[in-house]
Structures are given as C-alpha cells and as structure tokens.
C-alpha cells in the first residue's frame, strides 16, 4: 500500500497507545513508557530504517536531543528520507518537537501503518542495538534500555519476597484475631457479588454499544472519503470543503467557517473566469426567423391594410352618396317655390 493512500480515516489511526508502544519497544528494543518520547524524532528515523535498511545515515541521528534544535535536526534527517523514497506525507514537526501525545500518536500510528506495508512488516531481521551504536547518544540509549529490561524482574522478586514475609508475620501474630475476620468477610462479598456482576454486565454491554456506533460512524466516514478522492469529483469546491473538515484536527475550532469561506472564494472565481456572452452571440442565440416567415407575415399584413382601406373607401363613398342626395333633393324644393305664382301673389 502506497503512503500517499493512508488517509486519516483509515484503521491505523484508531490503533491504541499500548499496542503503538509494544511495537515500537519490540522493533527497536527499546523501553519507551509513553507515546511523547517519541517526539525528538530519533525514534521514527530508525523506524524508516527498520522498514529500508541502510536508507537512513544512522551517524547523523541523535538519540539524546533534549533541545529544540536538535530535534528539528533529526526531522531534516527523517524529512531528506522521505524525499528520497519518494513517500509525500507531511511531517509537522512544530507539533511533533512540543510533545504533544495526541500529535506523536497519529505521527506513530502512521509509521506503523507504513512500515506494516513494507516486505509484509517483516523486520525480525533488523537489529537495533547495532545499528544505534553509530548515533549520537545511542550507546547511552542501549545502555538505559537494558538496564530497565533487568530491573524488573529484581524488583518484582523483592516484592514478591516482602510481601511474603508480611503475610508470614501478619499469620504468626494474628491468627486468632484474623480468623474472625476470615470468617467475616465471605458475607460481604457474597451480599455485593450479583450487584457486582450486574454492574459489570452493564459496562460491557455499553462498551459494546458504544465499539458498534463508532464502528458505524467509521464506515460512512470511510465511505466519505473515498468519494472525495475520486477523480471525477476531488477538484470540486465542495469537495475540497469536505475533506478539510475529515482532515481537521482537535485544536482548530474554525474549520468549517474556513471551509465555507474557502468553497464561496472558489465558486466566486469560477463565476469571474466564465467568458461573457457578445451581443452579437446573444442575437445568434436568438431563436431565427426564416425568410418564408417573415414573407406570410408581411402579405398577412398586406392583406389586412388593403382589406382596411377597402372598407374604409366604401364607408366614405356612402356618405358622399347620402349627401350628395340630400343636395339635390333641396335644390329642387328651392327652385320649385321660386317658380310658384302663389308665391308671386302673395
């Protein structure tokens, strides 16, 4: 599996701190207590190593960084393999340097997904001490490690001894006054028994329900991201949006205002670079008139102001005629009363 696939979402980052650090102690036989120890980066340069032996300069890596700067040195170091193996994940080192656990168990939880991706995870046949021996501070480092590994049975043999020795002197002097108390004390425990085991049914069946919904959750959120980071589909602005928030860490409490901000800008400068239309694309766009069209629409027209004028011609002719009669009929009244001899004599 290529690093550049490992998204945050995928299973390597819900990996737990115990089984990070049984890894990490395993692989390069160290004793590392918690996550953050990890943070000078001398620890994930011979894990780069562990997965390509003889990728890393071991001599350039320092074991006991304490400073800033050297830690800073070893990421240069971490970062020049990176390059080299052409693997393009980010290393935030101003997070890493600070000690944070949350930011050195992601970094951690990545390392092991890589290097469980390299030769099966196969590094049985690395051996750490040798190749630490050649750093600065390793020598100390491998003389620490093996100094814890034997502490612990030395000290658990003496507690062992002590306790036993207690328990001895506790039974020679108190056997009378211990045995009411032995006796005493099934009745307690019988009466809290079945509350205890009720109480424990409970948290089980609420660890299960609660493994169930994160499980759940996982899956669409997987699901997700896998859409986003289809080709047909990953330069949308939304897009783009939603992986910001998939990829957001705990800290940042602005992530999805950026987000909508980011999306807006770029849906505004998609709506800037479209062309604009010309006027004369816009009349092209225009739906066309035909000649022929526009020749019925003119007779139609034709045929209208003729039929108009037609009419109004008749109408004028009529009224002409009407006069014209009333004229003449006048005419003769006129001429005829002139001409009576009654007229005359009166």
Known sequence: MSANN???????????????????NTTLQLGLGKVEEAAPGAVACQLMDAAHPGAV??????????????MIQNYKVLQD???????????????????????????MQWMKRYCDSVNGGSMSSYNAIERRESSKGGKETNRRTSVSSHAPPKSASATHKAQASSHGAKRANGHASNAPQRSAKPA?????????????TELKLLVDSA??????????????EILCQSPEVEHLAIVKAIQKILYASEDDSSTLAEAQAEMVAQHN?????????????????????????????SLMRQE???????????????????????????????????????????
């Open 188 to 200: 307690p425990a019988n009466s809290a028994g079945p509350a205890y085991d009720a109480q424990m």
């Open 57 to 70: 300069p071991m001599h350039k890596v320092n074991f006991d960084a304490k400073n800033e700067y050297d």
């Open 304 to 346: 209208a102001a003729a039929a108009h004028k037609r009419k109004s011609i008749s109408d004028l002719e009529e009224f002409e005629m009407g006069s014209s009669s009333r004229l003449r009929l006048s005419d003769v009244s006129d001429v005829q009363l002139c001409g009576s001899p009654l007229m005359g004599f009166t």
């Open 81 to 107: 393999v990176f390059t080299k193996l052409k693997i393009t994940k980010h290393i935030e080192v101003n997070k890493l340097i600070k000690g944070r656990p949350l930011d050195n168990l992601e970094f």
């Open 269 to 297: 400068q998609q709506l800037q670079q479209q062309p604009m239309l010309s006027p004369i694309l816009e009349a092209s766009e225009a739906p066309s008139i035909t000649p022929k069209d526009l020749s019925e629409e």
């Open 6 to 24: 490992i998204g945050m979402m995928d299973g390597a980052y819900f990996v737990g701190r115990n089984e990070i650090l049984s890894w990490i």
């Open 211 to 224: 493994e169930k919904e994160r499980d759940f959750y996982f899956s669409k959120l997987r699901d997700v």
